[in-house]
């Protein structure tokens, strides 16, 4: 069943503003509609802010292209690298329960990179069966520039995994480059960020996260695209992108500024981004791949990995608007991509399965007034999400639909999930797991699916039935997305070369 359920329970204010609510609807109706059209004036402004973010990345992107991207890695390496020395790379990955034969697949494509000057630190945290990380130790043990360590009862997480391999970095390391363990990267990737780098002087460039495809799971590795075509690149208007944890290379002494790794969110790499701002250090996004990953192998596994984005993007939002080093134009760029995966439609989605319920303690105005407002809200958001990833796939019908309904499907996740960072709640670290891939996806029924089928279908046996069509509509999208996301999880199986499953 969908992780709403759990979400429901263990969130006292989401319990409080379900009775708030159900007192509105009954004792002051006029009241709720107030809340109602103030909630839909948010998601419009949210909505109008993605896409003004996207059109500026369109229109600004042109004019700094030239300076950003990576046309001949080698020949601008060539040409500017510094005394004609090529400054020493520090690679880390970290790995908590990674299979074997997937962590060392990745640990052979950073030894079959074409520099110089680099070593290798793969740090594995709190593994617990030796079966698992003995053969990564094996390999790693004739490997000049590899140097393999575990480590048990390990804090922090990624994060504190991270801090470590800051501590083990060869001193004469000037970058440190970023590796999640089941990556591999082209043999150019440290040429290609050393040259921006230099050229830039920034102390972080951002590769895009990009993954394994057939060609028969592109619509789901287009939805994890968004993020990069949409927010990531618009940072570069105004030196505000973010890290995201993989493919990232950093100045030693930009991290060491900062205080490394340590940090209060589950997203290490948004809080790191913060930090680099407060300190008004440089980034920059270039959009060119230069290594593949994983997909998650279930629908379980892929909501657990969006649900730790959302909430701890949020737990950043927090950071962000406290700081007073941020200049406040910054801080609208940085909300916009933090909140990129997240939406404000809680209080319209409660109002509305709740005046279904209690439709017959609320005079029948109010009642079709707040339906009304709660389908505009909806409704609103789905048009910017339609537009947004039609820009993001360059409009081409068939990919842009699949992808656009593949979202939809996480609108109740992105809608209830990060309630908690409200109430100042932290969240446990939740890893994708690499060692179960299930052939035979379970379609899971969602949980705002069935929630907006029963209002659609209430408002049906009320005889509205033009409002009851603007509720079961997105209630056909979310089970549309559903089948799609089955059918590309089952494809992107056969996509992984080379790697054999455990």
């Not at 618009?234 to 030693?252: D, E, F």
Request: aromatic share 12%.
């Amino acid at each position: 069943m969908s992780r709403l359920i759990p979400i429901f329970k263990s969130n006292n204010l989401l319990i409080v503003s379900v009775i708030l609510i159900s007192a509105l609807l009954i004792l002051a109706p006029k009241i709720l509609l107030g809340f109602l059209i103030f909630n839909l004036f948010v998601i419009s402004l949210h909505g109008s802010l993605q896409l003004w973010w996207a059109l500026k990345k369109e229109k600004t992107t042109k004019k700094s292209s030239s300076s950003i991207a990576s046309p001949e890695a080698n020949q601008l390496y060539e040409k500017n690298k510094p005394g004609n020395k090529s400054p020493k790379i520090s690679i880390h990955i970290p790995a908590y329960n990674e299979p074997s034969d997937i962590l060392i697949a990745t640990i052979q494509s950073c030894l079959n990179i074409d520099y110089p000057n680099f070593e290798i630190i793969v740090l594995d945290n709190n593994t617990p069966n030796q079966e698992t990380w003995l053969p990564v130790r094996d390999f790693c043990s004739d490997k000049k520039n590899v140097f393999f360590y575990h480590i048990d009862n390990l804090q922090g997480y990624k994060a504190g995994a991270l801090d470590v391999c800051m501590e083990l970095t060869n001193p004469d390391s000037k970058y440190i480059f970023i590796v999640d363990a089941d990556y591999r990267v082209s043999a150019n990737c440290l040429k290609t960020a050393v040259e921006i780098a230099e050229n830039q002087n920034a102390d972080l460039v951002q590769f895009p996260q990009d993954y394994y495809s057939n060609g028969k799971n592109s619509a789901l590795i287009e939805e994890y695209a968004h993020y990069f075509r949409v927010f990531a690149k618009g940072g570069n208007y105004n030196n505000s992108v973010l890290a995201t944890g993989t493919l990232s290379l950093y100045k030693q002494k930009a991290l060491e500024k900062v205080g490394g790794w340590k940090c209060n969110s589950i997203t290490e790499d948004a809080e790191m981004g913060l930090k680099f701002q407060e300190k008004q250090l440089k980034s920059v996004f270039c959009e060119k791949t230069i290594g593949k990953g994983l997909l998650p192998f279930s629908i379980k596994d892929l909501k657990i990995q969006r649900e730790r984005w959302v909430y701890g993007n949020m737990q950043c939002i927090g950071k962000l608007f406290n700081s007073s080093e941020i200049s406040l134009r910054r801080k609208l760029s940085l909300m916009v991509q933090l909140t990129s995966w997240v939406n404000f439609l809680n209080f319209s989605l409660l109002s509305a399965l709740l005046s279904i319920m209690l439709f017959p303690l609320i005079p029948s105005i109010y009642f079709h007034r707040a339906l009304t407002i709660t389908a505009s809200s909806l409704w609103v958001f789905i048009s910017f999400k339609f537009i947004l990833f039609g820009i993001s796939t360059n409009f081409k019908p068939k990919l842009h639909l699949k992808t656009w309904l593949i979202n939809l499907v996480f609108t109740g996740l992105n809608t209830f999930c990060w309630i908690g960072v409200l109430q100042g709640k932290s969240k446990p670290f939740e890893r994708t797991s690499k060692f179960i891939i299930n052939t035979n996806q379970n379609l899971e029924c969602s949980i705002l699916g069935l929630g907006l089928f029963t209002v659609s279908a209430m408002l049906a046996l009320m005889e509205n039935v033009i409002l009851a069509g603007l509720f079961l509509l997105p209630a056909i999208f979310i089970f549309s997305g559903q089948i799609i996301l089955k059918q590309q999880l089952n494809s992107r199986n056969t996509a992984i070369p080379n790697f054999k499953r455990s």
